[in-house]
């Protein structure tokens, strides 16, 4: 059991430094749009869930391994913040931020249910019950944004054909 351990921890540190570069690159892409309040607001909710989700993740981390990995957070934070740069050189910003924050939603999904089949394995019932709890969360913003994708591009279709704020 010590290989299937050690797997789980680091997939644990993974995950850590996966919420703490989704905090950074919801933080920026939030603070940039103005004009679609209702991706404003759900971005800023997922946000908090996403700030919960990190401290839950770092609790993990301090019982089970004795913290995260100061490399991968300091990594992840930096590619964030690289990712959000571009975003802002680009004329269509909101649909390609949409875009990519659908696909990491389902990164997120496919990496909590890597984790829960681990605890659940270890017979980690605590991590499991907190791995479940953030997979509905990472669900239902990837659900909102799937949702959503067609209003957010008709609605930036629109906008940039009358010359309004369009990209943000």
Excluded: C
């Amino acid at each position: 059991m010590t290989h299937a351990r050690d797997n789980f921890i680091a997939w644990l540190k993974n995950a850590h430094a996966m919420e703490e570069q989704a905090i950074t690159m919801l933080t920026a892409q939030s603070r940039r749009i103005e004009s679609y309040p209702d991706l404003k607001a759900r971005l800023e909710a997922h946000l908090a869930e996403t700030q919960g989700q990190a401290e839950r993740l770092k609790g993990l981390l301090d019982r089970l391994s004795g913290g995260a990995s100061t490399l991968k957070h300091v990594a992840a934070k930096l590619a964030a913040t690289a990712q959000g740069v571009g975003g802002m050189l680009t004329s269509d910003e909101v649909v390609k931020g949409s875009m990519s924050s659908y696909a990491f939603e389902h990164m997120e999904i496919a990496t909590y249910r890597v984790l829960i089949a681990a605890a659940d394995e270890l017979g980690e019932t605590e991590a499991k019950a907190v791995f479940e709890d953030i997979l509905q969360q990472e669900i239902a913003m990837a659900d909102w944004l799937g949702s959503n994708l067609d209003d957010i591009t008709r609605v930036f279709l629109m906008r940039d054909e009358r010359d309004l704020q369009a990209k943000r």
